[in-house]
């Protein structure tokens, strides 16, 4: 008799070399915002290939900011995709803006490029495309599209009129380190935002960061203050820089939000970084591994072609001519067996806020669709090769023995 494992699906990779950086912020008597937290910002510039990068304490308050900095707010519209975390449509709202679905294209967990034209009205100020799984978009069709759509656009102040178009910005929380036509992500859109959430390839164990395009004749010392001042309340000095000496006056130029991230948070993330290009290898030899072993029945999302190369991030396997209710059949059967599954995404129309926002998942059914039959397998660098085995033959076997 095979012995059940306990294979969890998602755990944090976390070494001795984080605890020891944890312990050295800890007893250096400074552990909010400080020197590695600048330290980890510059080095996520680096990595990214951009001129600067600004760490804040989640993906979400990136993409908050980066809508409140552009001037995007009440009787604008952004445009989004229903098959995707909350966190991207919700901050529209938090805005003040009106949240516009596009469904996904057909047998695809990209948006509908087609429709997305359609979409575009003089109300558009921006679009958040999502890099799900950690799979950069397909961005050359949405900038031709938002290029084609130039004359609609309408700008409310000086910043929006240096892009003179719809803004594209990335909702790249899978996506740290992904490719796509020789460029890293972060390069490719007008603003990317990295989750380092618990659960992502890079943790901070919360946390995130937003770089941008040094283009448009954007400054980007100017930029990067912007979002200094947004995450910290507005004021004009952070803590490190009030505790130099004769510098504890400052003054509050905006009515700012509590955002920042800790020096405790980018400790972490320094050493995170220092092991990424072999946390990605290994993610990549996992997903190798469950295309070998995985029944021809089951489709999965294609990570790594000529021109992409992805993070890793998630394992999207779909299974098709099955039904809503015999997928949670077969994650059931999956738990049992002692392997946690998950399903990304729930469209976000099936949710109650979101169907209070008027939202009905009958006009989604691409997204739909995609959702129905997918099911989310383990895809994190703690998992040996048996294990990754023992996945597969066991959803193989699932597929056969539930009905």
């Known amino acids: 008799m095979i012995s059940i494992r306990n294979i969890q699906f998602s755990s944090p990779d976390i070494t001795t070399e984080e605890m020891n950086e944890v312990r050295k912020v800890m007893h250096s008597g400074w552990i909010t915002t400080g020197r590695r937290t600048k330290e980890f910002e510059k080095k996520i510039a680096e990595f990214v290939d951009t001129k600067k990068a600004v760490c804040l304490n989640s993906a979400t308050a990136a993409m908050e900011l980066t809508l409140r900095i552009l001037g995007i707010g009440v009787g604008d ?9 909350s966190a991207t449509a919700a901050v529209i709202n938090h805005v003040g803006a009106k949240i516009v679905l596009v469904d996904n294209a057909p047998d695809s967990f990209e948006m509908d490029y087609s429709m997305l034209a ?3 009205t003089k109300k558009t100020k921006a679009i958040i495309a999502v890099d799900l799984a950690g799979k950069v978009c397909d961005y050359d069709t949405i900038y031709e599209i938002v290029n084609r759509k130039k004359e609609l656009f309408q700008s409310n102040n000086e910043l929006q009129s240096l892009f003179n178009r719809v803004m594209i910005i990335a909702d790249a929380a899978h996506a740290f380190g992904a490719e796509r036509n020789s460029k890293r992500c972060g390069q490719i859109a007008d603003f990317t935002c990295f989750s380092f959430h618990a659960v992502k390839n890079l943790t901070t164990a919360e946390g ?11 400054n980007d010392e100017w930029m990067y203050n912007q979002f200094m001042l947004f995450s910290l309340h507005g004021q004009s000095k952070d803590a490190l820089a009030k505790s130099q000496k004769d510098a504890w006056e400052y003054d509050i130029e905006y009515l700012g939000y509590k955002c920042n991230m800790t020096d405790i948070m980018a400790g972490i993330g320094l050493i995170q970084l ?4 072999n946390l990605l290898k290994r993610r990549k030899e996992i997903i190798k591994l469950y295309d070998l072993n995985l029944s021809e029945r089951i489709y999965s999302l294609n990570h790594f072609d000529l021109d992409f190369s992805s993070s890793g991030h998630l394992y999207l396997a779909r299974i098709p001519d099955i039904d809503e209710k015999r997928r949670n059949k077969i994650i059931t059967k999956m738990y049992e067996v002692g392997v946690s599954c998950n399903v990304h995404y729930k469209p976000l129309p099936m949710f109650t806020a979101y169907k209070k926002l008027g939202f009905d998942i009958k006009d989604f059914p691409n997204a739909y669709n995609m959702y129905k039959n997918e099911i989310t397998l383990p895809l994190h660098t703690l998992l040996s090769n048996e294990d990754v085995e023992y996945v597969c033959e066991n959803l193989n076997m699932a597929i056969d023995q539930v009905k």
């Open 77 to 85: 519209e952004v445009i989004t995709t229903p098959y995707t975390y």
């Open 118 to 120: 359609e979409r575009i």
């Open 208 to 218: 995130g960061a937003v770089v941008w395009r040094s283009c448009h004749g954007l």
């Open 274 to 277: 220092n092991r990424y290009n």
